[in-house]
């Protein structure tokens, strides 16, 4: 037996014990793991700084504050999630008790990636503890030393058999994804996705895929410029470009293409200094190979801005690319990197004809001072989800769920989303062996007459109250038992 064929059985046999259910046990794990993100926040910064180059405040900005910030809104409102659901009753069940019972859905596997690895492995890692699962934790490889981290400490903290780590490379997660899960949990790119989904398939395990995509950004040329291509300039750069819903590439009109690359160098020189390779908030590409692929899209476009590299250090400069084409290397796939071109279109209606002749991207942007213009490309675009004057923060608002759709991914989470979507929400109907004439109707034989009141029952609902229905209810069974006689 595999080592990792042991841990998910050793993480089944856990959860069939009952133990993950109970609201106090959640409580207590996710307030361990809380615990984990502060004790250890020296030792997280530590493997982080030296697989991303990451920053000790970028760590905690980028990696570590939301999930305490989910971690707590999880706790404050648990008890209000895993509580039965009631939904609206007809006529049919109005003396019946109806509602929607949460239940967990037994061990969740969970497959990180490198480009954030602990916001986008243990987030969904706190919606499994949340809604009662097992989870077993696959961190990428890719981040060696915060894979370690984690395989190391996380079990100190959290109940090591039901939520067990699992490390290692293609064919450890290979043989994770030959086990039979009751959900995968998977975040990285749509090539890996379409092999997880068809594993998952074999054992007809739903899935949740946390994608990508090219993910656009228009800005209209009558919006503040500065401020847009400051914010722009953000969410783009940030990790080294190395984030799903990073702005892939510009879409604005010819006149405005000189300022925004003027705003944007500015920008660049105001949050990364002249030379942005001593800069310490600024991160290096995650390896050579990733390197290579990057710095071989800008060889068909004109460098407008930056193109400075060391393969030796994994860096790349932030670069902006000008005089880039549909069919430019850079735009045949999502770049995941410091680059970001410019194309130009003529307004808002060929910016989306650009956009739909796409696959859905994860994330779109919208630069516009004018609330029409936004509606516009909301109403007729599709995307994950839609941020009009700003990047990436709609990632930390809880009440939205985040997720792709299409090429960009399926499912969604964070807040209560996450508990929904690892929970099997069971719909539950509890009747009395009593009021039997109402019956009468769905019995044989059919007649015109049963028809009648079934028709009745099933298409009116009255909006009486409560009291008026039951009245009602009692008319119609009293009239119905004297109508059958």
Not at 157 to 174: A, F, M
Not at 347 to 356: K, L, P, T
Request: glycine share 8%.
């Amino acid at each position: 037996m595999s080592r990792e064929q042991k841990a998910v059985e050793r993480a089944r046999k856990a959860f069939l014990t009952g133990r993950s259910k109970p609201l106090e046990h959640r409580i207590r794990q996710l307030k361990n793991l809380q615990r984990f993100l502060l004790e250890r926040e020296k030792e997280i910064a530590e493997a982080i700084k030296k697989d991303l180059n990451k920053s000790e405040a970028g760590t905690q900005l980028y990696e570590t504050l939301g999930l305490e910030g989910e971690i707590v809104l999880a706790v404050k409102k648990l008890a209000e999630w895993v509580a039965p659901r009631p939904v609206e009753k007809n006529l049919l069940t109005i003396s019946d008790t109806v509602y929607i019972q949460p239940e967990p859905l037994g061990v969740v596997l969970i497959i990180g990636a490198w480009n954030y690895p602990w916001a986008v492995t243990i987030q969904p890692l706190i919606g499994a503890i949340a809604a009662g699962n097992a989870a077993v934790v696959k961190p990428s490889e890719v981040c060696v030393h915060t894979a370690k981290v984690m395989e190391d400490l996380l079990p100190a903290y959290i109940d090591k058999e039901l939520y067990p780590v699992v490390t290692g490379g293609v064919s450890e997660t290979q043989e994770l994804l030959r086990q039979r899960f009751d959900h995968v949990f998977y975040t990285g790119n749509s090539m890996v996705g379409k092999l997880v989904m068809e594993a998952a398939a074999k054992h007809l395990t739903p899935i949740t895929l946390e994608l990508g995509g090219k993910s656009p950004c228009y800005i209209d040329k009558n919006c503040d410029i500065p401020i847009a291509c400051r914010r722009v300039t953000w969410g783009k750069y940030s990790n080294c470009g190395q984030t799903c819903i990073a702005p892939d590439y510009i879409l604005c009109e010819p006149s405005i293409q000189g300022r925004v690359l003027e705003e944007i160098k500015k920008s660049i020189k105001a949050f990364y200094t002249e030379d942005p390779k001593t800069c310490p908030d600024y991160g290096r590409i995650i390896n050579q190979r990733h390197f290579k692929r990057i710095m071989a899209m800008t060889e068909d476009s004109t460098i407008a801005i930056g193109g400075d590299s060391d393969e030796s250090t994994c860096y790349i400069a932030p670069t902006v690319l000008k005089d880039v084409q549909v069919n430019s290397k850079v735009m045949q796939e999502e770049i995941f990197g410091p680059l970001l071109p410019i194309l130009t279109v003529s307004g808002v209606d060929e910016a989306i004809n650009f956009i739909n002749k796409g696959e859905k991207p994860l994330a779109l942007y919208i630069f516009s001072p004018d609330d029409k213009v936004i509606k516009k490309v909301i109403a007729e675009t599709s995307s994950g989800g839609v941020l009009a004057n700003d990047c990436l923060v709609h990632y930390s608002v809880s009440a939205l769920p985040f997720g792709g759709v299409g090429n960009s991914g399926m499912g969604s989470y964070h807040g209560k989303f996450s508990f929904d979507n690892l929970s099997h929400l069971r719909g539950c109907l509890i009747k009395q062996l009593k009021m039997e004439g109402v019956n009468d109707m769905r019995y044989p034989p059919h007649t015109a007459k049963k028809l009648f009141w079934a028709r009745f029952f099933i298409l009116k609902n009255p909006d009486l109250g409560w009291l008026g229905r039951m009245t009602l209810l009692a008319i119609i069974a009293i009239a119905m038992e004297m109508y059958f006689i």
